[in-house]
């Protein structure tokens, strides 16, 4: 393949003597291709993501302007060629006096090397797929559909598409070839009249043929048949011949499949708008078939009576066996419609991109299945019988391919797979969407525990959502995650004019996990060679992060995504993961709205060092009695007690008592104090009456057991000189039940915080 730098292309078709040329700005970005034509491609072919300059050498002739083409402002005989992502055929649209009387055909190639394999297996492997689910029992095939090749060109293209896909293939060719280089034989039988004195085995027909054969000769009078009363012998008389032969039933089916893939190639092509991409993809087809068939073993070939299906040889010998596939999937490819291939080549393009998405679909689906062992759902949802025929319902959108109930062996989780599931922006918090705008990743995988509806799950925070997007273009993992500097970023944002996408494909996955609620993590595929984890905390989700899936079908890279998909099943496993928290607290929180009262507005220490848990609504404030008499006991031991027992005025322990990080006091007549000391140590101690004696308590104990805090002074400037009214709070009692402890949130304490 020889690169150009500019190409010429020969338009007598249309005029004598008119000429497009075309420049490249870019080395190795320009080509003419010998066998362009075998690949159903246009000659002469320009790369995806450059621009070009092109010129007519006639004034009176221009091309249509539009996103790809954009002529000079002033000589509309010159312009500029910028395909951007487009890949396949391009047909230039050629216009005189501003009418269109024709189309130039020239070739975009992807970027990648390898992509014509690329797009015959990845369509390959979606018409299998479509095909074995026609094979399911409970499949809607019940009539017989006929190709109608009245259609239009588009609609047969779609068709012919799947059939090219089985057919013309280099599997599909060597399994020929490995037939007619050795094809099964059996003996076969020929009669044929041979010289009796050449004859070495007589059979009972052959003494028959002794006795009463015709042009018969006398026996010499000696001769020693004479005595079994035989006077004469014939000349001749019939022989068995056996011989190698290949008209076997299995070499019949081989022959019946290829004639009737040439049908069909042939009627395709006679339906086909002449020098369109359909009628030069079937009509090279229909050579290569042509030419399987013109080999000389098919010549000795008869026609079959029957089709012998449950042959051994065809069953399980080699280039039988395919050929016998190909045959079965073929009369259901015919058959299929695929709206969503308007996608795919559509108008003769080649959206590699696209197709790499819809085949991603298939290849995620059969790895779930065989992960989560659940069946995807009823094969109505996908393939549907239409007046087209059968339509493959995949098309860009919103599809549960699988849903079911998966048993870890502890726990028993919900699964559901969709492709292009929408997240809508219109609601809001708790329900299912998104933040933002309405966001629609390629694929979700949604889990939840069992038991739960979907819709509760998102609710309570229960449900986990794990996005992937399909990055075809992508070729280096590396470039993708680089750090960008500002010139790289400048760069960035002229490529994406230009329909180049690097950082935000990156992007993209950030946008899914923090617009989506409830999202676990989101992961580019790509066809590379390397995958990469970014973990949010800790876990393997949250995360971002990328997983190679190449559309080979000896080496897909997809073993690392499964050993992802099998870790994730493994933290769902694990109820004290850090993200089961995370989800709770989020639910915790966020559940009820706040309320304008829950608002705390008053100077407080900042949340940092020792107090980096002081959040108003979850520090709880011990209120307390204490006498007179006591108060420099408790401030110089640092110690404060609180009666035990079943008796009015005893502390009763409940989580805010238990958990208090301060202690206010007051004693009898202050309903104003600011006498707040820091609760040192998680909960009380119990000291029995003699410890406190010990301990110099200044009074005599009267209960056999205390509750003791180990309390100190506050140092916070925040907390200093402050003074609360705590008659304000609900839980405060008037006259002698003033004495009794009892707890309340800092938050409630600021509101009574006397200006």
Excluded at 208 to 214: D, R, V
Excluded at 395 to 410: D, E, P, R, S, V
Excluded at 539 to 547: D, N, T, V, W, Y
């Amino acid at each position: 393949m020889e690169s150009k730098p500019f190409v010429i292309i020969n338009l007598d078709r249309i005029e004598v003597g008119l000429q497009l040329t075309i420049d490249t700005k870019v080395d190795n970005t320009l080509f003419v291709l010998s066998d362009a034509l075998e690949n159903g491609e246009a000659e002469h072919q320009l790369v995806e993501g450059f621009s070009y300059d092109y010129e007519l050498n006639n004034s009176s002739y221009a091309l249509a302007k539009d996103q790809i083409i954009q002529p000079h402002s002033r000589k509309s005989y010159l312009g500029t060629i910028s395909p951007n992502i487009y890949v396949g055929t391009l047909a230039l649209p050629l216009l005189k006096d501003d009418k269109e009387i024709g189309k130039i055909s020239v070739e975009v190639r992807s970027v990648k090397a390898n992509y014509r394999n690329e797009y015959r297996d990845m369509l390959e492997l979606i018409t299998e797929k479509c095909t074995d689910l026609l094979m399911q029992a409970n499949s809607p095939v019940s009539h017989n559909f006929e190709t109608d090749f009245d259609k239009d060109n588009e609609s047969l293209y779609q068709k012919f598409a799947f059939i090219k896909s089985i057919i013309a293939t280099d599997e599909f060719a060597d399994s020929v070839h490995r037939i007619v280089s050795s094809p099964v034989t059996q003996w076969k039988e020929t009669l044929e009249q041979k010289d009796i004195r050449n004859i070495r085995r007589f059979k009972n027909s052959n003494i028959k043929e002794l006795i009463a054969g015709s042009n018969r000769t006398y026996l010499p009078e000696n001769h020693y048949l004479h005595q079994y009363g035989i006077q004469s012998i014939p000349g001749k008389i019939t022989s068995v011949r056996k011989s190698d032969t290949v008209d076997t039933p299995e070499n019949r089916f081989v022959k019946f499949a290829l004639e009737s893939f040439l049908k069909f190639c042939s009627d395709i092509n006679k339906k086909a708008t002449k020098e369109s991409r359909l009628f030069y993809e079937s009509g090279l087809l229909e050579k290569e078939l042509e030419s399987f068939l013109h080999h000389s073993v098919f010549k000795e070939i008869s026609r079959p009576e029957t089709l012998m299906l449950n042959s051994p040889v065809l069953q399980r010998k080699e280039g039988y066996r395919e050929v016998l596939r190909v045959w079965l999937m073929f009369d259901l490819a015919a058959k299929l419609v695929w709206k969503g291939g308007d996608d795919v080549y559509s108008g003769g393009k080649k959206d590699i991109a696209t197709l790499y998405e819809y085949w991603l679909f298939f290849k995620l689906l059969d790895l779930f299945k065989s992960i989560f062992e659940i069946e995807p759902k009823e094969i109505s949802e996908l393939i549907k019988e239409t007046a087209d025929g059968l339509n493959l319902q995949l098309k860009q959108g919103n599809h549960t391919a699988l849903i079911g109930i998966f048993n870890t062996g502890t726990r028993q989780l919900n699964i559901r797979f969709n492709y292009n599931r929408s997240f809508s922006g219109q609601h809001d918090y708790p329900f299912s969407g998104s933040w933002t705008t309405t966001m629609r990743p390629d694929y979700t995988l949604s889990f939840w525990p069992f038991g739960i509806s979907e819709k509760d799950a998102e609710l309570q925070e229960l449900i986990v959502h794990i996005h992937f997007d399909a990055k075809y273009k992508i070729a280096n993992l590396t470039d993708l995650l680089k750090t960008e500097t500002i010139e790289d970023l400048e760069k960035e944002k002229d490529e994406n004019r230009k329909g180049i996408y690097k950082n935000a494909d990156l992007l993209k996955m950030h946008a899914y996990k923090d617009a989506i609620r409830r999202t676990g993590g989101a992961y580019v595929l790509y066809p590379g060679d390397t995958s990469i984890m970014r973990k949010g905390f800790h876990e393997i989700i949250p995360g971002l992060g990328a997983f190679p899936v190449r559309p080979s079908k000896t080496d897909d890279g997809i073993g690392e995504l499964k050993e992802f998909i099998l870790e994730v099943i493994n933290h769902f496993v694990n109820r004290a993961s850090q993200r089961e928290k995370i989800a709770y607290r989020t639910y915790d929180v966020y559940r009820n709205k706040p309320q304008k009262e829950d608002e705390v507005n008053e100077s407080l220490p900042e949340t940092y060092g020792e107090n980096r848990n002081l959040i108003p609504d979850d520090t709880y404030i011990l209120v307390g009695f204490y006498k007179k008499e006591n108060i420099d006991w408790i401030i110089n031991s640092g110690l404060y007690n609180a009666r035990t027992d079943s008796s009015r005025g005893s502390l009763r322990l409940g989580p805010g008592e238990a958990g208090a990080k301060f202690l206010l006091l007051h004693t009898t007549d202050e309903t104003k104090t600011g006498r707040l000391l820091r609760i040192t140590e998680t909960g009380p101690r119990v000291f029995s009456k003699q410890t406190l004696i010990d301990k110099g308590y200044p009074t005599e104990p009267s209960q056999n057991y205390y509750l003791v805090y180990k309390i100190q002074e506050v140092t916070d400037k925040e907390l200093i000189n402050q003074e609360w009214d705590i008659t304000l709070l609900d839980k405060y009692k008037q006259g002698h039940g003033s004495a009794l402890p009892f707890s309340v949130t800092l938050t409630e304490l600021m509101k009574t915080k006397v200006k």
